[in-house]
T-cell receptor
Framework: DAGVIQSPRHEVTEMGQEVTLRCKPI?????LFWYRQTMMRGLELLIYFNNNVPIDDSGMPEDRFSAKMPNASFSTLKIQPSEPRDSAVYFCASSTRTALNYGYTFGSGTRLTVV | SQKIEQNSEALNIQEGKTATLTCNYTNYSPAYLQWYRQDPGRGPVFLLLIRENEKEKRKERLKVTFDTTLKQSLFHITASQPADSATYLCALGMDSSYKLIFGSGTRLLVRP
């Protein structure tokens, strides 16, 4: 397996534009997580899915953020409209509860810069 | 309020010595705790898991302890090498939900 795949690796956009981040989890993993990492706040959980269903979105900053998981192999995180304070590295991770001893597998992240 | 605290200052040690990193938490009752390694420009990589009923867990040169009374976990790397230089993150897990709450991480620098 190629691991968790995120795209794009880097995204630079202007304030007010829509941004879509993409994630392909590891096949067979039934949990998918979206995290955001900044120097000030560290790694924050935004939302997570179990079997494609959103379970906890309490970390989503505001209505400008939305996430979907239309099937077991694909998820998106959308920001509309984007603001400079959204600049961060966004990570997707996947896991399965039956393999707790293996932890989460993270993607390489998407570095978002909003100017 | 709930907090997870890791030393924000970098830990700088000589090759061959044992590195000890600390993770303290407040107002959480984790069922397990995980440690991750993160290199610049990469996502965190899972290292070890320890459950609340376990005192200590070892894997090669790594050792983790978990004291639920002190609300603290210690992460040790013995015979440290320059290749161990990275940021190390602790994360708390709850049985009531399958999500991890991460600390901010400690940067380890191992000098040759």
């Amino acid at each position: 397996d190629a691991g968790v795949i995120q795209s794009p690796r880097h995204e630079v956009t202007e304030m007010g534009q829509e941004v879509t981040l993409r994630c392909k989890p590891i096949s067979g993993h039934d949990y998918l997580f979206w995290y955001r990492q900044t120097m000030m706040r560290g790694l924050e959980l935004l939302i997570y899915f179990n079997n494609n269903v959103p379970i906890d979105d309490s970390g989503m900053p505001e209505d400008r953020f939305s996430a979907k998981m239309p099937n077991a192999s694909f998820s998106t995180l959308k920001i509309q409209p984007s603001e400079p304070r959204d600049s961060a590295v966004y990570f997707c991770a996947s896991s399965t509860r039956t393999a707790l001893n293996y932890g989460y597998t993270f993607g390489s992240g998407t570095r978002l810069t909003v100017v | 309020s709930q907090k997870i605290e890791q030393n924000s200052e970098a830990l700088n040690i000589q090759e061959g010595k044992t590195a000890t990193l600390t993770c303290n938490y407040t107002n959480y009752s984790p069922a397990y705790l995980q440690w991750y390694r993160q290199d610049p420009g990469r996502g965190p990589v899972f290292l070890l898991l320890i459950r609340e009923n376990e005192k200590e867990k070892r894997k090669e040169r790594l050792k983790v302890t978990f004291d639920t009374t002190l609300k603290q976990s210690l992460f040790h790397i013995t015979a440290s090498q320059p290749a161990d230089s990275a940021t190390y993150l602790c994360a708390l897990g709850m049985d009531s939900s399958y999500k991890l709450i991460f600390g901010s991480g400690t940067r380890l620098l191992v000098r040759p």
